[in-house]
T-cell receptor, first 112, second 119 residues
Framework: KQEVTQIPAALSVPEGENLVLNCSFT??????LQWFRQDPGKGLTSLLLIQSSQREQTSGRLNASLDKSSGRSTLYIAASQPGDSATYLC???????????FGKGTKLSVIP | GAGVSQTPSNKVTEKGKYVELRCDPISGHTALYWYRQSLGQGPEFLIY????????DSGLPNDRFFAVRPEGSVSTLKIQRTERGDSAVYLC?????????????????FGDGTRLSIL
């Protein structure tokens, strides 16, 4: 059974800093890995999707990497802004199943 | 609408009652998913539809939970004899994933969820 872990559970940084969020998964047989953002009381906003054959994806100030062999993904946020404050979740879908398995998320606070 | 729509946004009911939660997926999305999120946790998978049929219902916790998608678009999650432990946010997602399309590059798009509180 796939298990997804996100470390740290919470992170506080000053505005302007670059930061990295970590995600690890136990079963490397995945179709893809998605990073989401969740604001309080809201649903999930898809940020980036990395297919199993890809190593990274970029969107604006966000860059996500995937290393299937080691079961790790990172989300890099450049020049953080207070509006980046949210909970960031990673999730992967495994071979033979379209369902997403989620980590518990990292709660990010960017201090002005 | 442009996104996944879920109604109601909040539902409060008494233990033992029956509830229905509705999901309107993005137009044209054949795949629909239900997840449940408890406080401080990531969402947990409940059921996946491809078209009208439930392709994977392995996440439904027990037979009090049931979901339908009769016309391959709107879906309803139904919970009978609700218990306090059913309190959570119920999230719906949709995607273009279907036979013949590469699944690996089809993201799931989520609605804002229904916050269910069982008193």
């Amino acid at each position: 059974k796939q298990e997804v872990t996100q470390i740290p559970a919470a992170l506080s940084v000053p505005e302007g800093e670059n930061l990295v969020l970590n995600c690890s998964f136990t079963d490397s047989a995945i179709y893809n890995l998605q990073w989401f953002r969740q604001d309080p009381g809201k649903g999930l906003t898809s940020l980036l999707l990395i297919q199993s054959s890809q190593r990274e994806q970029t969107s604006g100030r966000l860059n996500a990497s995937l290393d299937k062999s080691s079961g790790r993904s990172t989300l890099y946020i450049a020049a953080s802004q207070p509006g980046d404050s949210a909970t960031y979740l990673c999730a992967c879908s495994g071979a033979g199943s379209y369902q997403l398995t989620f980590g518990k998320g990292t709660k990010l606070s960017v201090i002005p | 609408g442009a996104g996944v729509s879920q109604t109601p946004s909040n539902k409060v009911t008494e233990k033992g009652k029956y509830v229905e939660l509705r999901c309107d997926p993005i137009s044209g999305h054949t795949a629909l998913y239900w997840y449940r999120q408890s406080l401080g946790q990531g969402p947990e998978f409940l059921i996946y539809f491809q078209g009208t049929g439930a392709a994977d219902d392995s996440g439904l916790p027990n037979d009090r939970f049931f979901a339908v998608r009769p016309e391959g678009s709107v879906s309803t999650l139904k919970i009978q004899r609700t218990e306090r432990g059913d309190s959570a946010v119920y999230l719906c997602a949709s995607s273009l994933a279907r036979r013949g399309l590469p699944f690996s590059n089809q993201p799931q798009h989520f609605g804002d969820g229904t916050r269910l509180s069982i008193l």
